[in-house]
C-alpha cells in the first residue's frame, strides 16, 4: 500500500492546476441544460479538446493523452477543485466511449471518438421509454430490418433523454426480435436526433431547465454500421454502459470533494448563531466525501491490476447518490431562510444550493433507482435469491 | 497511488483465518462467557504466538516480526470474524508499541521477547478510559497517570470486575500506586505516545469491527436463504434483501477508511489522529447498522440466548463504545477539520 502519489502523478497534477486555473471561466456559465447555455459549453468542450483535456484517458489517437486511470481522477479532482464547468460530454465520454472501446469496430472507433472528444458530436441516451423505466428490458420501440437500404427501420418513443433536446446524437436499445425472450431479441443502435423520421420534444425538468427530451421515432432509418455489437445482443451491450453509469466513470470523487469543501466553507461563514446540531451534519458530509474517494482509490487500484467491477458498482452509485442529498440537505439548512431561494449561480447565495439540491435528488433515480440497485447488492453481491 | 494489500499481507490474514475457523469455533466464543476460570484458552494464545500474530510489532531483536498497523489491519478484522475473545488489540496492537516507543531499561525490554514467544500478555489503562480490559490475565499492565506511564505488575494492583454486555470481554477497574519503581517514561514523549496508544487502540477496535460486521452479514445472507415463510426464503424478499445491501453498503464503505488509518498510523504522519478517529466512527457506525440488520432479519430467533449471533452483536455494542464511540470520534474530526 502506497497512498503518496507518485512523482509522475504529481506533475500531472500540477499541470492540469494551471492549465485549469488559467482556463476555467472566471463567472460561470449559464446552465448547460438551456440552449443558450448548451452552446457555451460546447465551446467549452471544444477548448478542453484543443488542450487535450477532454478525454485524458483515451489513446492519443482519438484525442487522449493515455492517462492512467489514477491520473484521470486526479483530473477530475483539479477539475472540480477549479470549479470547471459542466460537462455536457458526459454521457459520450463516459458511458458511451466505454462501450465502444468494448465492443466498437475500428471503423466505428475512428469515426466516432474524435468527434465525440471534441465536442462537435454531443450524445444524448435513449434507454428509458414511457412504460420501462427501472425495467429496462420492458422496451418496445422496434427496429426493423431494411435490406434494401442496408439498415433499419427504427419506431417508438424514447424519453427522459438528458439534454436530448439540444444532442447530435442518441445511444439506445431497440427491439429487433419480437418473438424472442425479454431480456434477448434487442440491439443497441447508434441514432442521428438531426434525420427524417426523428422528432425531438424538450421537457421542463424539475428545476425548470428543458434538460430532458422525448425523442419520437417514425421510420427512422440507421444504417448498419451504427449498430454497437451484434444484432439482438444489445442488452449484454448496454449492461457493459449501465454498469459504468453506476460505476465510478461517472461520479468521480472530486466533485464531492468540491461540494464537501463549499458546505464546509458555508458554514464557516454561516456558523455564528447556527444551530450546533449542523455541525455534526457538515463533518459527516466532509467525511463521506474522503470516505467516497478512498473506496474511489481502492477500486482504481484493482481495475489498474486487472479486476473486473460487476455488480459491485451498484453499492457505489447508493452511496455516492445518497451523500450528495445529505449534503445539499446539510446546505439548505445552514442558509435557513436564504435555502428557499432559487436561481442563483453564485456559492455566496441560496439558489445555487437548492439547484444543486434539485439535481442531487435525481441521483438516486437516474441510472437504475437505489431500489433495484439494493435488489442487484443482495442478488448479485451477496447471493440472496431473486424470487 | 496504490492503495491494495501484498500478496504477502492476504496470505498471513489467509492463514489465520484457516487457524481461527479450526480452533475458534462459537463453542470457544460461549466458554470465554463461563463464569468460572479466566475465559482465555492458553492453547489458543500459544497458537497465535506461533504464526507470529502475537509478536507482530514486536522488534525482530525481541524475537518479533517487526511490523506495523498496516501489516496488523487484516488481522484483527479476522479475529473479529471469528469473535476471538483473546487480547490481541490489548496486548498486540497498543501495549507492545507502547511498551517499544517508551523502554529505556533492560528491565522493560525483556518484556517484549515474552510478549512475542506468548508467554506475557499486556493490558492498557489510559486515562479517561473507566475500564481496563484483561487485566485478570495480564503480566503487565501499562497505566498512565498524566504525563506517566507506568509498568505495574498484575500482582501488585487491586481489581474490581465490571460486567461488559459482552461476556467474553473482562472488564475492571484497577487501584494502584505510581512509584519510581513502576514508572517506565514521563514527560512530553511519555505524552505523546500515550496519546499513540490511544489512537492504537481506537484503530484495533475498528479493524476488529469490520470483521465483526462481516461475519453478521454473512450469517444472516445464510439464514435468509433457508428460513421460509409465505412459501418462500426469506431472502428473496425486497424488504430483507434491503436491509442487508444497506448493511453491506456502510461496511465497503468503511473498510477502506480503517485501512487508510492503518496506512497512517504505520506511516505516523501529521493526519493519523484525524484518520483514525475517521476509521473508529465509520467502523463502529458500519457494525451497529449489521447488528441491527442481522437481529431483525433473524427475527425472533436472534432474540433467543441459545442462538450464536448475541455472542457477535454483544461484540459489536461492547466495540462500538469502547476507545471512544463514534459521536465521540465525529467530534475530534469536527475539531480537527473545521478547527
Same mark, same amino acid.
Given at each position: 500500500?502506497d497512498l ?10 500540477r ?7 488559467a482556463n476555467v471561466p472566471k463567472?460561470p ?9 448548451f452552446a ?21 489517437k482519438y ?14 479532482e483539479?477539475?472540480?477543485r477549479?470549479?470547471?464547468?459542466q460537462?455536457?460530454a458526459q454521457?459520450?465520454?463516459? !458511458?458511451l466511449?466505454?462501450t465502444l ?13 474524435p468527434r465525440?472528444? @471534441?465536442?462537435?458530436?454531443l450524445w ?9 423505466? @427501472?425495467?429496462?428490458a ?16 427504427l ?10 433536446a439540444f ?7 431497440f ?5 424472442a ?9 447508434l ?21 430532458f427530451?422525448?425523442?419520437?421515432l417514425?421510420d ?7 449498430v ?6 444489445g442488452?449484454n451491450v448496454a449492461?457493459?454502459?449501465?454498469? @459504468? ?5 461517472l461520479? @468521480?470523487?472530486g466533485?464531492?470533494?468540491a ?6 466553507e458555508?458554514f464557516r461563514?454561516?456558523k ?5 446540531a449542523?455541525?455534526?451534519k ?11 474517494q478512498l473506496?474511489?482509490l481502492?477500486t482504481?487500484?484493482r481495475v ?6 460487476g455488480?459491485?458498482s451498484s ?10 442529498v445529505?449534503m445539499?440537505l446539510?446546505?439548505?439548512e445552514l442558509l435557513?431562510e436564504?435555502?428557499e !431561494? ?9 439558489g445555487?444550493?437548492?439547484?444543486g439540491y434539485q ?6 433515480i437516474?441510472?437504475?433507482t437505489?431500489e ?6 443482495a442478488?448479485r453481491?451477496l ?5 | 497511488?496504490r492503495f491494495?494489500?501484498t ?5 498471513f490474514?489467509?492463514?489465520?483465518r ?6 475458534c469455533?462459537s463453542?470457544v466464543?460461549r ?7 479466566t ?8 497458537k497465535?504466538a506461533?504464526l507470529?500474530?502475537?509478536g507482530?510489532t ?10 506495523s498497523?498496516?501489516d496488523?489491519?487484516?488481522l484483527?478484522?479476522?479475529s473479529?470474524r ?8 490489548e496486548?498486540t496492537?497498543?501495549?507492545a ?8 531499561t533492560d528491565?522493560?525490554r ?6 512475542a ?9 489510559l486515562?479517561?478510559a ?6 485478570h ?6 497505566l ?8 505495574v505488575?498484575r ?18 477497574r484497577?487501584t494502584?500506586?505510581?512509584?519510581a519503581q513502576?514508572?517506565?517514561?514521563a ?6 505516545a ?7 487502540g481506537?484503530?484495533g ?6 470483521g ?6 454473512d ?12 412459501g418462500?426464503?426469506i431472502?428473496?424478499f425486497?424488504?430483507?434483501k ?5 448493511a453491506l453498503v456502510k ?5 477502506p477508511?480503517?485501512y487508510?488509518a492503518?496506512?497512517s498510523?504505520?506511516?505516523?504522519t501529521?493526519?493519523a489522529p484525524?484518520?483514525v478517529?475517521m476509521?473508529k ?8 447498522l449489521?447488528?441491527?440488520a442481522?437481529?431483525?432479519c ?15 452483536m454483544?461484540?459489536?455494542?461492547a ?14 474530526v ?6
Open positions: 500500500m503518496e502519489y507518485t512523482p509522475t502523478e504529481e506533475v500531472f497534477r499541470e492540469a492546476r494551471a492549465w485549469l486555473e463567472t456559465l449559464p446552465s448547460g441544460d438551456t440552449a443558450e447555455g457555451l459549453h460546447r465551446e467549452w468542450e471544444k477548448k478542453l479538446y484543443e488542450a487535450r483535456w477532454a478525454v485524458v484517458s483515451w489513446p492519443k484525442g487522449g493523452r493515455e492517462a492512467t486511470l489514477m491520473e484521470w481522477l486526479i483530473f477530475e483539479e477539475y472540480y477549479a470549479g470547471g464547468p460537462r455536457i454521457n459520450g465520454i463516459f !458511458l466511449a466505454p472501446f468494448e465492443f466498437g469496430t475500428e471503423e466505428q472507433k475512428n469515426r466516432i471518438l465525440m472528444a @471534441s465536442g462537435d458530436d444524448a441516451q435513449g434507454w428509458s421509454e414511457p412504460n420501462a423505466g @427501472s425495467d429496462l420492458g422496451i418496445k420501440s422496434t427496429a426493423i430490418r431494411d435490406d434494401a437500404r442496408g439498415g433499419f427501420r419506431n417508438g418513443q424514447k424519453t427522459w433523454c438528458t439534454r436530448g444532442c447530435d446524437y442518441m445511444f439506445g436499445l427491439r429487433t426480435d419480437a418473438a425472450e425479454r431480456h434477448r431479441g434487442m440491439t443497441y443502435f441514432v442521428p436526433l438531426r434525420a427524417p423520421g426523428v422528432t425531438v420534444r424538450p421537457v421542463g425538468r424539475l428545476d425548470g431547465d428543458d434538460g427530451a422525448e425523442v419520437f417514425e427512422a432509418f440507421v444504417p448498419d454500421r451504427d454497437l455489437g451484434g444484432v439482438n445482443d442488452w449492461m457493459a454502459t449501465t454498469s @459504468s453509469e453506476r460505476g465510478l466513470t461520479r @468521480s470523487p466533485r464531492f470533494l461540494t464537501a469543501a463549499r458546505l464546509v458555508l461563514r454561516t455564528d448563531g447556527a444551530n450546533p449542523l455541525e455534526s457538515v463533518i459527516d458530509a466532509w467525511m463521506d466525501a474522503e470516505a467516497y473506496y474511489t481502492q482504481v487500484t489498474m491490476e486487472g479486476a473486473a467491477i455488480a459491485e453499492i457505489n452509485k447508493i452511496f455516492w447518490s445518497e451523500m450528495d445529505r445539499h446539510a446546505a439548505l435557513g436564504k435555502a !431561494l432559487d436561481g442563483g449561480t453564485s456559492a455566496e447565495s441560496g445555487a444550493w437548492m439547484k439535481f442531487a435528488l435525481a441521483g438516486p437516474y441510472a437504475g437505489n433495484i440497485q439494493r435488489n442487484v447488492i442478488e453481491v447471493g440472496l435469491p431473486r424470487r | 497511488m491494495a494489500f500478496d504477502d499481507q492476504k496470505l490474514r489467509d492463514t489465520l484457516a487457524l481461527l475457523e479450526k480452533e469455533t463453542d466464543v466458554r470465554a462467557w463461563s463464569a468460572d476460570g475465559g482465555r484458552s492458553p492453547p489458543l494464545w500459544s497465535l506461533e507470529g500474530v502475537l507482530l514486536v522488534p525482530e531483536a525481541e524475537g518479533g516480526l517487526g511490523l498497523e498496516i496488523l489491519v487484516l484483527l478484522e479476522e473479529g471469528a469473535a476471538l475473545p483473546e487480547p490481541i488489540v496486548t496492537a497498543v501495549g508499541p507502547l511498551l517499544v516507543e517508551s523502554l529505556n528491565a522493560c525483556a518484556w517484549l521477547p515474552l510478549v514467544a506468548g508467554k506475557a500478555r499486556l493490558t492498557v489503562g486515562e479517561g473507566a475500564f481496563v480490559c484483561d487485566a490475565v495480564a503480566d503487565l499492565l501499562l498512565q497517570r498524566g504525563d506517566e506511564l507506568h509498568g505488575l500482582d501488585s494492583v487491586k481489581l474490581e470486575p465490571e460486567h461488559s454486555v459482552d461476556g467474553a470481554r473482562r472488564l475492571f484497577v494502584w500506586s505510581a512509584s513502576t514508572r517506565i517514561a514527560g512530553p514523549t511519555a505524552r505523546a500515550m496519546a499513540r496508544a490511544f489512537d492504537r481506537a484503530l477496535v475498528s479493524a476488529v469491527l469490520l465483526l460486521a462481516r461475519h453478521l452479514i450469517a444472516t445472507v445464510d439464514y435468509a436463504k433457508l428460513r421460509k415463510q409465505f418462500s426464503a431472502g428473496s425486497q424488504a430483507v434491503h436491509h442487508l445491501a444497506d461496511l465497503e464503505f468503511a473498510r477508511v480503517v487508510r492503518a496506512y498510523m504505520s506511516r505516523a501529521e493526519s484525524l484518520h478517529s476509521a466512527a465509520y467502523a463502529s457506525e458500519a457494525a451497529l449489521a447488528a441491527r442481522a437481529l431483525q433473524h427475527g425472533a430467533i436472534g432474540y433467543s440466548y441459545e442462538h450464536d449471533l448475541h455472542l457477535w454483544k461484540r459489536v455494542w466495540l462500538a463504545a469502547a476507545w471512544g464511540d463514534a459521536s465521540w470520534h465525529r467530534a475530534r469536527g475539531k480537527l477539520v473545521l478547527g
